[in-house]
C-alpha cells in the first residue's frame, strides 16, 4: 500500500509533463508505466548497436528557451534543456512527377512550390497568410500558462487582455477547419493535395478534418523557429522529462501495468496494478488512450452510461506499418533526414501504403548507428483490424511492408543490398509495444464535427492527458495537454 498526491497511468509525453510539472510544484507524484521503458510513442530501442526512434522525429523549436514550443517551456520551467542538431529543410515530399523540399523559411519554400506550379506558389502565400494571423495572434499567450478549465477566462483577460483582443477578429479561422480556409484562397489542384499532405502528416486527417490553430502553428514555427533533431534521438526528451520529474521527487516505477482505476461513491481513490499492488491517491491521471480508460481501467458502472457510450464511439486514426532498418552507409554521403513518399498521386494519400514516411536521423547524430551504418524508420497508415497471427501473419507482414521498402529506394536505390538489421511491425506490434487501443494514432475528430475532450471525467479525481485530449496529436500537442491538466490541479484550492 502506498500513498501519493498524485498517480499517473503511463509516461508517454503528456503523462510525464503532467507528473512532472506536478511533482515541481511540491506533489507527492507516482508514474506507473506498463512497459520496461518510459515513452509510449517516444520511446527509444536499441537493436544490435542501432538506437531507432518508435515514432516521431519531426520537430521544431526544441532548445530555444524563448520559444512556443510547449515541450520545450516545459522543460525550461524544470531546468532541463536538449542537446539538439538544427537542419533545413525539414525533409523532401517524393510525388511520382518530382520532389519537393520542404523549408523552414517561408519563402524558399514558396520558391519551391513555384517550381512545380507558379500560379499555386502565389495561392499558398495566400493561404499561408490566413493562418499566419491566427499563429501570430495565438504566439501571445504561452502555452505553460494555460489551464483547462473555465479558470482560464479570468487569467487571459487579467494577463493578457490586449492579446485576447486582437483574436476575437481571428475567432472565425480558428474554430475553422483549414479546409474551409483553402477553399477560399487556393484553386489549384496541385496545392491543395500538398496541403491535404501537410495537414493528414499532423493530425493524420486531410485539410478538411484538421483544425486551423494546429497547420497554423506548424507554419508559424517551422518559419520563426529552428527545426531540430535531439542529440541522442527522441528518447532523449523522453530522459529530460525523466529527470526533470525525479529531481523534483517524483517516482517512475516501470513494469507496472495498472489495471484499474479504484472508484468508490463516483471518486477516485487509487488504482490497483496486474500484479495486485495498490496505490493510493485522492487524483488519478490517464495517460492511456480514451478508449482504453474507458473500456480496461474503469468497471462499465463507473461513468454515466451515456457518457461512456459517447467517449467509445470516438473514431481512431488507423495504426501503423513499421519498417526498422540498419543500413550500410557508404556512398551515401549526401543523404538527407526526412522523406515522405507518395506512390501514386490518382490514389487518395490517405489509403495504406500510398504514402510512407521515412527518417533517418544517423544523418544528424551518427551516435545512433555504428560507425559506417544508417539507420532508418519507415512507416505508412494500416488498419488494426487487417492482420491476425494466423499462419499467413509472415507472409502478409513481407506483403504490408512492401511500399515501405519501395518508398526508401526511391531515396537510396540500391536499398536491399545494404541491409544488415530488419524489422517489420505491424499495427499488432505498435499496439503491444506502445499499450494504445487498436494501435490508433489518436482520435479522428474533424475540425467542425467535434472537439477533443478535455481533462475532466465524471470521475471526482480522475483527470486525462495525452492524445486523447485536447489540443490534440504530436508531441507539442500531448505536451500541452499535460500542461493543460496541470494547471487545473495546481490552482484548484
Ligand atoms: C509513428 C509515429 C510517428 C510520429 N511522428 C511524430 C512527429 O514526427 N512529431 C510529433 O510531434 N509527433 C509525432 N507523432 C505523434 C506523437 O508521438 C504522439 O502523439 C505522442 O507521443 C503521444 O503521447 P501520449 O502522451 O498521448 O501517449 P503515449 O505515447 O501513447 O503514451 C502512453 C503511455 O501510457 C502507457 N500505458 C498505457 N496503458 C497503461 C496501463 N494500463 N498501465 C500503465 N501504463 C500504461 C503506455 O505504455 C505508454 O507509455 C508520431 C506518432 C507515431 C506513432
Not at 354 to 382: F, K, R
Not at 405 to 419: G, S, T
Request: a neutral charge.
Amino acid at each position: 500500500m502506498q500513498n501519493f498526491d498524485v498517480i499517473v497511468i503511463g509516461s508517454g509525453i503528456g503523462g510525464l509533463v503532467a507528473g512532472a510539472l506536478l511533482a515541481h510544484s511540491g506533489q507527492q507524484v507516482m508514474i506507473l508505466e506498463s512497459h520496461t521503458v518510459p515513452g509510449g510513442a517516444a520511446q527509444g530501442f536499441s537493436r544490435q548497436g542501432f538506437q531507432f526512434d518508435s515514432g516521431p522525429s519531426f520537430y521544431c523549436g526544441l532548445s530555444d528557451c524563448q520559444g512556443l514550443n510547449p515541450l520545450q517551456q516545459v522543460l525550461t520551467r524544470l531546468g532541463e534543456s536538449l542537446a539538439t542538431v538544427v537542419y533545413d529543410p525539414l525533409g523532401h515530399y517524393h510525388f511520382p512527377e518530382a520532389s519537393l523540399a520542404v523549408y523552414g523559411n517561408r519563402e524558399r519554400y514558396q520558391q519551391a512550390i513555384a517550381q512545380f506550379t507558379p500560379q499555386g506558389a502565389v495561392e499558398f502565400a495566400q493561404f499561408e497568410q490566413r493562418l499566419l494571423k491566427v499563429y501570430q495572434g495565438l504566439k501571445e499567450i504561452p502555452a505553460i500558462e494555460l489551464r483547462g478549465d473555465w479558470k482560464i477566462i479570468p487569467k487571459l483577460i487579467t494577463n493578457y487582455g490586449f492579446s485576447v483582443l486582437k483574436l476575437l477578429p481571428l475567432l472565425g479561422d480558428i474554430s475553422s477547419s483549414v479546409g474551409q480556409i483553402v477553399d477560399q484562397t487556393v484553386s489549384d489542384p496541385w496545392v491543395r493535395r500538398l496541403i491535404d499532405l501537410e495537414c493528414f502528416l499532423l493530425s493524420g486527417l486531410k485539410a478538411e478534418g484538421t483544425v486551423t490553430p494546429e497547420v497554423a502553428f506548424m507554419l508559424g514555427e517551422r518559419n520563426d523557429s529552428t527545426i531540430e533533431y535531439p542529440i541522442g534521438g527522441t528518447q532523449a526528451i523522453v530522459q529530460a522529462l525523466v529527470r526533470g520529474l525525479t529531481r523534483f521527487g517524483g517516482k517512475l516505477q516501470l513494469k507496472t501495468h495498472v489495471e484499474k482505476i479504484l472508484v468508490k461513491s463516483g471518486k477516485v481513490y487509487g488504482v490497483q496494478s496486474r500484479k495486485g499492488e495498490e496505490f493510493y491517491a485522492p487524483i488519478v491521471i490517464s495517460n492511456a488512450t480514451i478508449w482504453d480508460t474507458y473500456t480496461h481501467l474503469l468497471n462499465s458502472s463507473d461513468l454515466p452510461q451515456s457518457y461512456r457510450q459517447t467517449a467509445l464511439k470516438t473514431p481512431a486514426v488507423d495504426s501503423f506499418m513499421h519498417l526498422h532498418l540498419g543500413i550500410k552507409a557508404e556512398r551515401l554521403e549526401n543523404l538527407t533526414g526526412h522523406h515522405v513518399v507518395v506512390h501514386d498521386s490518382n490514389l487518395d494519400i490517405t489509403i495504406p501504403g500510398n504514402t510512407c514516411m521515412i527518417s533517418i536521423p544517423s544523418v544528424w547524430d551518427q551516435n545512433l548507428a555504428p560507425v559506417g551504418y544508417h539507420l532508418i524508420h519507415a512507416y505508412t497508415l494500416e488498419p488494426f483490424l487487417g492482420l491476425k497471427k494466423d499462419e499467413f501473419y509472415a507472409q502478409k507482414k513481407r506483403e504490408k511492408a512492401e511500399p515501405l521498402y519501395q518508398a526508401i529506394e526511391k531515396i537510396i536505390p540500391d536499398l536491399r543490398q545494404r541491409i544488415t538489421l530488419e524489422l517489420i511491425g505491424t499495427p499488432l506490434t505498435h499496439a503491444r509495444y506502445l499499450r494504445r487501443y487498436q494501435g490508433t494514432y489518436g482520435p479522428a475528430i474533424a475540425a467542425n464535427q467535434g472537439r477533443f475532450p478535455g481533462a475532466f471525467t465524471p470521475i471526482q479525481g480522475l483527470y486525462l492527458v495525452g492524445d486523447s485530449t485536447q489540443p490534440g496529436i504530436g508531441v507539442p500537442a500531448v505536451a500541452a495537454s499535460g500542461i493543460l491538466c496541470a494547471n487545473c490541479l495546481l490552482n484548484r484550492k
